[in-house]
């Protein structure tokens, strides 16, 4: 078995080699060493080193979860038979009182809320049907620098070695730990037979809802996704139209049966504070798109991965999606979310959100109704 790369393309910009401990061999680890040139690293779930007497080191604030360094055996602990060999043991659950420290094996505990390189190896040993320890070693250029993943791809290509995203490992993680927490009758002036459902939810730690109205008369469930809009959905914003779709798809929710998943990614996933802001850019000429740039961010931020789960929480696989956004459905698609149809769902245009819709059909793709709109 080879070697893989997991690279971490959101938070340390780091490319790491992995394999899993119980197969890790003098071969393997040789070339890891050689080609990654970072630091050696056994991974495994904390709680599991701290039953065996393995004890954390001090830090001042170290993300990484460093426990004490570790050898097994009589020798110096260094050459690549013995460092592979102290590896073996770690998987094979020894107690600390087996192996001399300090030593020249790290150790890394895995947490349940982080998700870094560690927790990402852990998981992926797991995954693959090994022990849940994972060797790592970050990959440094021909300068010493860890950040460089043209580098990492060249080197992937070269050795033709995968390279897996640790954020597509964590949507694996979370498939199984995502489910329906509540749920309870919702009347409301639309419909006096709407449930709420909210859910227990690692992946973004959100809180985000559900409504849904059963039957679905027409056996495959109506769909609106609905990016929480604070300033449309509550106060009735003429800046853009949110607050009329939300109610026109409770509408038609209500009358054929369906579920509309309101996501707390507020102004495309910049936040309440910072949409102010880009509203304070449009006001000063910028379109949507630019002011989301002006500040830093993508033009779109949202991610609808947490639909996904929802539906898959509900036990839904085909839907009609009311929606004139592409991505959404594209990305439900992708997570393997059936598309039965696809219903555009139009606010009212007026003279505040003329520009700003005119830029997400011209700009982001959005299929909208805008003759004569400039």
Known sequence: MKPYILIDKKNELEGDFFIPAQICDEKILNFIIEKGKGLLCVSAHEDDLLKRGFFK?????????????????????????????????????????????????????????????????VFFSEHLGYKPYGVIIEILNSNGDSHDFEYILELSKKNKLEIIDIEDLYKEYVKKRFSIDTSVKLPTAIDEDFDIYTFKNPYDSREHIAIVKRPFKES?????????????????????????QLENSLKIISKKGGVLIYLRQEGRGI???????????????????????????????????????????????????????????????????KIKEIVNIYGKVNKYNKKYLFTKAKKMKHNLKLEGVE
Do not use: M
Not at 89 to 95: A, Q, T
Not at 220 to 235: K, M
Not at 288 to 313: H, M, P, Q, S, W
């Open 57 to 121: 080191l001090p830090s001042n604030g170290s993300k990484t979860n460093f426990f004490i360094t570790v050898d097994y055996g009589k020798g110096t602990g260094i050459s690549i038979s013995e460092r592979c060999n102290t590896i073996q043991k770690i998987s094979e659950g020894l107690s600390i009182k087996d192996f001399v420290y300090p030593g020249h094996v790290n150790v890394l505990g895995a947490k349940e809320k982080r998700w870094g390189h560690t927790e990402a190896s």
């Open 271 to 337: 936040g309440l504070n910072n949409k102010v802001k880009a509203y304070k850019l449009q006001d000063e000429g910028y379109d949507t798109v630019e002011a989301n740039l002006k500040l830093g961010f993508k033009d779109d931020e949202r991610d609808y991965f947490a639909a996904y789960l929802i539906l898959k929480a509900l036990k839904i696989n085909e839907v009609k999606i009311l929606t004139n956004n592409p991505k959404k459905y594209e990305d439900l698609k992708r997570y393997g979310i």
């Open 220 to 244: 495959i469930p109506y769909l609106r996704i609905h990016s929480e809009c604070a300033t449309g959905d509550i106060f009735h914003s003429l800046r853009c139209d949110c607050g009329e």
